[in-house]
């Protein structure tokens, strides 16, 4: 995660969730969960890096592996509750009120298509994040849903004044439409716009990834337009999958990064529907450990190694940066095979 406005010009309405993961990941090595409640899904994204729902036995009961009160221990991550379409499995509102109730910062990722369950949990999150790729025909298209624009649109509508955030993927085809997401993005008082990296797996195209050079000219309309002009407000632009956005960032806008990104290995883990530890939802199978053993997971080989920057080979290994950006681990993997590999997409080589 690669929060622009915050990077560039102090504090955001992302403040917040850094603190809460910074503090977590001093005192434990943990600061963000992205938890995958389940794999199933009412939408067919074309995009998305899960090909089907596979049929395999999820849990049912989070209390079963004390999941929760393990979190607490450690320090209480930031949690994301994602999926799949999280809202699809009867046991998740309890989950996010029990999480609330014990006073963890979560937000959840949702396709935003089961209005009544999510206004339920809404006063239990702290920010609610829902899908945008575009004008309604071309969502629906992405979706292959039909009324799922609609059904965004009515989500920010219901919730307009809670913490919102709008997430998109950076393709080809929907980064044609990144003023209409932002103008909807305005409309609606949506604190932040989330642009995440497109992975050639699953669902999804190569030919839709953007080059480089499409993502540089991304990042400077963002920083340029969004960020000093203020042109959409103060919307917070959070990149993922991309953390050389920050060293370029930085080098087009004249400042230091001082905060050391959070990812795979340093401070970041997923927990999939199955019980895993895994070092990303990406790489389901990096299996780290159990989540009935959160903590062995932290001291596993493979997160201590994957952590540490010096580890890092290729142009991450020789980079001045490697401390604060380390690249992308799960992209060195998808497309080499190797973690602890170069960032083929890095902005500044
Ligand atoms: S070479 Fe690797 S560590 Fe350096 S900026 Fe690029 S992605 Fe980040």
Redesign the pocket.
Known sequence: MVHLRSMIKGSSSVSRGEEVADRSHSKSGIGVVIWNVTYDCNMRCSHCYQSEWRPIRELSDFNELRIVDQLEELGKPLIFISGGEPLLKSQTPQLIRELKARDFRVILSTNGSLNGALRSVADSLDNIALPLYGPEEFHDTITSVKGSYNSVINALRDLRGMNLTIKTVASRSTMKHIRHLLDVASRYDVSTLYVCDLLPEGRASSSEILSKEEWRKLLDFFLQEVIMEEEYGEIEIDIGLH??AA?YASMRAGFEVKRRIMREGRGLISISPTGDVLLSPYLGDLRIGDARRIKEALESDIYRKVGDARN?KG??GD?P??EV???SRVKAYVYSGDLLG??PT?L??
Do not use: Q, V
């Open positions: 953390p050389s060293i890092l142009a991450c980079c940066f490697k950006c380390g690249g170069e960032d890095c500044i080589n």
